[in-house]
């Protein structure tokens, strides 16, 4: 899978790329991240990437000729997405992460400042995606957001499979509570203890706790 990242801030994922299970993901080569400065898909001498809102007011709106540049230099394999982060866009889901793990490569436009120009999203992008109803200074948070749950479903990216199978929003679940050591601590003065059924080692009766304390997905 080939994350392409069309932004102004590319060394924004510096770290993100370097560090745990994606960063051990690259060097398996099951994924590949590429940050690309949006600034060199530009025309002028001043590399300007935004300019005043036509009808006038607050802020400044990205321009939509650097982005269609460079989303047609980048867009490659015929199985592909053109994923422009927007707070108007359709929520992201576990379900969406699922089904974009099957594709060959996802280009993520990040914006910044008030928007970008709606040409790139009538036009350009092939969907708009929001991960929540709240603003966010731009689109590299999303994007971060998105490739680690597009990758966690990919086969290999995680050491145990199991932990994909069994995790939250499978078959419209939220996970089960989890406990581990010590058996009992005490907190704000008084003796918490892990339920008895998980120190019973009778796997029927674990399981049916577990399907009964995994709440149903609002």
């Known amino acids: 899978m080939k994350f392409d990242i069309i932004t102004i801030f590319p060394t924004f994922f510096d770290s993100f790329k370097s560090e745990a299970l994606i960063a051990r993901a690259i060097k398996k080569k099951i994924i590949k991240i590429t940050p690309h400065n949006l600034r060199k898909y530009t025309s002028d001498n001043h590399q300007s990437v935004d300019g005043r809102p036509y009808g006038g007011g607050a802020g400044m709106v990205m321009l939509v000729e650097p982005i269609m540049k460079a989303v047609k230099k980048i867009r490659k394999p015929k199985k592909s997405r053109v994923i422009l982060f927007s707070a108007k866009g359709k929520k992201f889901t576990q379900a969406t992460a ?121």
């Open 98 to 218: 699922k089904k974009w793990s099957k594709l060959d490569q996802l280009v993520f436009i990040c914006g910044r400042y008030e928007g970008i120009d709606d040409r790139v999203a009538e036009h350009i992008a092939d969907e708009e995606i929001s991960i929540g109803d709240y603003v966010l200074f731009g689109g590299e948070v999303p994007a971060m957001v998105v490739m680690e749950a597009v990758t966690r479903n990919i086969p290999g990216a995680v050491g145990k499979e199991e932990s994909v199978l069994n995790e939250s929003f499978v078959g419209g679940l939220l996970e089960h509570p989890h406990y581990t050591r010590p058996e009992a601590i005490k907190i704000n003065g008084k003796n918490r203890k892990v339920p008895k059924v998980l120190l019973s080692g009778n796997h029927k009766l674990i399981n049916e706790w577990r399907k009964a304390n995994s709440k149903p997905v609002q």
